[in-house]
């Protein structure tokens, strides 16, 4: 059942517009969320999912087409007169882009699912590549052109008929860890050497209890090198910088978690042995596997993806590597020096 509230409207609108997007979801990747709903997934993963609208179920395509029409000149208006609209918008980068647009005069050939990632020269459109930030997809039934005034009926091109709403919230990962400037002094109390750039603290971090009830990890960047990549972070070099970060955290975590868990010494590790995930979801490792499924709100998924963390720890940093999207990141970085 769709969630979303219906905005009152001051024209008389024909129901089948009305209603016509109650069945349309929106897909983000692997993830699909109904009008008013939401879809969150872990920023790394952001800029390589798929964004895609079906208009409806297969079933029921032809009787939105026929909505469509039948609709439009319940109002009085011409198919060409009005229009879907696609739009993607962020707030963060006060950026909107029209991902979708076709007259109903061709609702014919209207396709039920429309891919909306891709911009006319094939990259990747702006608004869905930051991943760090929020993104609304709205739908809408509008009028493409001016049309002739008439009493309770809208006339002004691109006044909306309906629309339905869909949210993609990030999940940022550096809200798993604390980086803080690695000092010479915290050089000395870590027991580090002069060279080192960055180093990963768990002290008083419980790996399978919920964030909000434990410390997070501290990762401890060089100080000099963590103000140069604040200044530097939307270049393609900190941009790789800030991933490779995020995945030593997210490796060392992995890691941690597949020791305490194989030590017959350690006093949880009979019980982190044989944790589930769903009883541990909240959790540091819980979110990494999440992030190592993929993002996906997939029990059994999820379920291998803590498995593989616990006893294959090195191939589960190897496919976090690959859902953080790395390799793109690091091409970019090294074409941009050519």
């Not at 020269?121 to 039934?141: L, W």
């Not at 270049?235 to 194989?262: C, F, M, N, W």
């Not at 090195?314 to 953080?324: C, H, K, T």
């Amino acid at each position: 059942m769709s969630r979303e509230s219906r905005e009152f409207r001051p024209f008389d609108l024909d129901e089948r517009l009305v209603h016509a997007f109650d069945g349309t979801m929106f897909s983000f990747g692997d993830q699909n969320c109904v009008p008013g709903g939401r879809i969150l997934v872990e920023d790394q993963s952001f800029g390589f999912r798929a964004p895609s609208l079906a208009w409806s179920t297969e079933d029921a395509f032809e009787d939105f087409k026929k909505d469509l029409d039948g609709g439009t000149v319940g109002m009085g208006l011409e198919a060409i007169q009005v229009s879907l609209i696609v739009t993607a918008r962020s707030s963060y980068l006060k950026h909107t882009e029209v991902v979708f647009r076709s007259d109903l005069s061709a609702s014919a050939s209207l396709e039920r699912v429309v891919a909306l990632g891709a911009a006319p020269d094939g990259n990747r459109r702006e608004v869905f590549r930051g991943g760090s930030h929020n993104v609304v997809i709205d739908a809408f039934i509008a009028l493409g052109e001016d049309v002739e005034k008439t009493p309770l009926r809208p006339s002004h091109q691109g006044t909306w008929l309906t629309r339905a709403s869909f949210r993609i919230e990030c999940e940022s990962s550096a809200s798993l860890f604390k980086p803080l400037p690695l000092s010479d002094a915290q050089r000395d109390r870590l027991r580090l050497r002069p060279g080192t750039v960055h180093f990963v603290e768990f002290d008083n971090c419980e790996l399978t209890e919920p964030l909000s009830e434990t410390e997070r990890p501290i990762l401890w960047v060089d100080e000099h090198l963590l103000t140069t990549l604040d200044n530097h972070r939307n270049t393609p070099a900190g941009v790789q910088l800030q991933k490779q970060l995020a995945l030593d955290v997210i490796g060392a975590a992995i890691h941690e978690y597949a020791r305490q868990a194989s030590d017959s010494s350690q006093p949880q590790a009979e019980e982190l042995a044989h944790a589930d995930y769903e009883g541990i979801r909240d959790s540091l490792i819980g979110r990494i596997a999440r992030l190592v499924a993929g993002g996906t709100n997939s029990k059994s998924a999820c379920e291998t993806a803590l498995h593989m963390c616990r006893t294959e720890p090195a191939r589960a940093f190897a496919w976090a590597e690959d859902r953080i999207a790395l390799r793109s990141t690091v091409r970019t970085m090294l074409e941009g020096t050519d």
